[in-house]
């Protein structure tokens, strides 16, 4: 309940932490807090944003498609451990800040967006136990270890097994 309009209120939440003096809210560390619901968009009101911790909760449903809009300047990003379903955003390749994507243990299907491998800050990157399938991204500025994409059964290319042609 967001009934106190006194400046800076929010600052003051467990998990929120702020720009010195100014109000602004800086990380989001609610991981293991328990939450559940769809992906929070009120997230875009937050423009100074330098980390998303949301992992461990019971958040559930797509991970929305325009989350580069909410996300736009975030580095870290982490959305693990939940019960998110569908396709990863192909338009997350938009957030160009990204040090840290981590998407493991949960329930997304399709590919990997191959434009994800153009985010050249990127260094860490899990999708680990999803159900994803076909080849993995090739990226630009690291590599990534197999162990980003363990238990996905359907992954293939890079550090993991090759893809096997439509001719096989």
């Not at 981590?102 to 050249?120: A, M």
Request: charged share 15%; hydrophobic share 35%; glycine share 8%.
């Amino acid at each position: 309940v967001f009934d106190n309009s006194r400046e800076g209120f929010i600052c003051s939440f467990v998990g929120v932490e702020c720009w010195h003096d100014e109000y602004k809210v800086q990380t989001i560390n609610l991981g293991g807090m328990g939450l559940k619901g769809k992906f929070p968009r009120g997230l875009a009101n937050c423009t100074y944003l330098t980390a998303i911790d949301l992992s461990t909760n019971s958040l559930y449903g797509t991970i929305p498609s325009d989350l580069s809009r909410i996300v736009r300047f975030a580095p870290n990003l982490n959305l693990s451990f939940n019960n998110f379903s569908g396709e990863i955003p192909v338009n997350l390749a938009n957030c160009s800040f990204l040090n840290a994507l981590q998407l493991s243990n949960n329930q997304l299907t399709g590919q990997i967006p191959p434009e994800i491998g153009l985010l050249d800050r990127l260094k860490i990157f899990n999708v680990s136990t999803n159900l994803l399938s076909g080849p993995v991204p090739i990226f630009i500025s690291a590599t990534m270890p197999s162990e980003s994409y363990a238990n996905n059964l359907g992954l293939c290319a890079g550090p993991l097994e090759p893809c096997k042609s439509n001719s096989e």
